[in-house]
């Protein structure tokens, strides 16, 4: 079943009269339950192809669809509640509130989530004993983690996230990449992450590589 579809998405920035193309006709389809990677050179646009896909930048020309429901087309307060519902984000620099602690960064979007989910999710993630802590008190590393942790708290049904494993050790890195994997299997939780790591994701289900702003591979 398909989840995601985006058609023909270019972005063109624009900055003190200079125009740069980021993305170039870039289309993609998942799958409910398809761990996809996302490959490609610094500045060729990963992370403008994610925020579009995730509703959170627009593009300059093409459609987003996210089951069925063409996002851009959807009012900014509609967007934001669908985002709610279906999207789980972890961002390349984490962007954890710095007045909250730990757990109110990971409760931050679902208040009501399930007690035992959020501590099996610090205990494999091995961030259980930082749940007081703010994360100023805490590692790259581990603030890392403390944002994975927050993207998945109500069981997104499309994760969203750039370099995850970015500031992990190699061994740490395998625990996020397989919590990530068994989730796609477990509730066919559908998702795209970029990685710099081929090798982790050589099991990946696809692998998009993206050179300039296009995609050289299907
Ligand atoms: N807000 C912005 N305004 C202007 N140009 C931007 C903006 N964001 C990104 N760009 C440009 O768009 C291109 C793609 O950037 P993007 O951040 O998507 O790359 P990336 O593949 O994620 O790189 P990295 O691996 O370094 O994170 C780059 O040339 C970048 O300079
Ligand atoms: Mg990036």
Not at 2 to 12: D, H, N, P, T, Y
Not at 57 to 66: A, L, Q, R, T
Not at 88 to 98: A, C, D, I, N
Not at 179 to 198: D, Q, R, W
């Amino acid at each position: 079943m398909e989840v995601l579809r985006a058609e023909s998405i270019s972005k063109i920035y624009c900055q003190n009269a200079v125009s740069l193309q980021a993305l170039r006709s870039v289309s993609v389809t998942v799958q409910k339950g398809e761990f996809v990677a996302i490959l490609g050179r610094s500045g060729s646009g990963k992370s403008t192809l994610l925020n579009i896909l995730a509703g959170l930048d627009c593009p300059s020309e093409g459609k987003v669809y996210i089951d069925g429901t063409d996002i851009f087309n959807l009012s900014e307060e509609k967007r934001t509640l669908l985002r709610r519902e279906k999207i789980g984000f972890v961002f390349q620099s984490y962007e954890l509130l710095h007045s909250l602690s730990v757990m109110k960064n990971i409760r931050l979007p679902e208040l009501k989530a399930d007690d035992d989910y959020v501590k099996e999710l610090l205990g494999t993630l091995e961030i259980g004993q930082y749940e007081t802590c703010y994360p100023d008190q805490l590692s790259g590393g581990e603030q890392q983690r403390v944002a994975i942790a927050r993207a998945l708290v109500n069981h997104p049904p499309i994760l969203f996230a750039d370099e995850p494993t970015g500031n992990l050790d190699s061994k740490t890195e395998r625990i996020v990449i397989d919590l990530l994997k068994n989730l796609a299997a477990k509730y066919g939780t559908s998702i795209l992450m970029v990685t710099h790591n081929e090798e982790l994701v050589k099991d990946a289900d696809r692998m998009i590589r993206l050179e300039d702003g296009e995609i050289v591979n299907g």
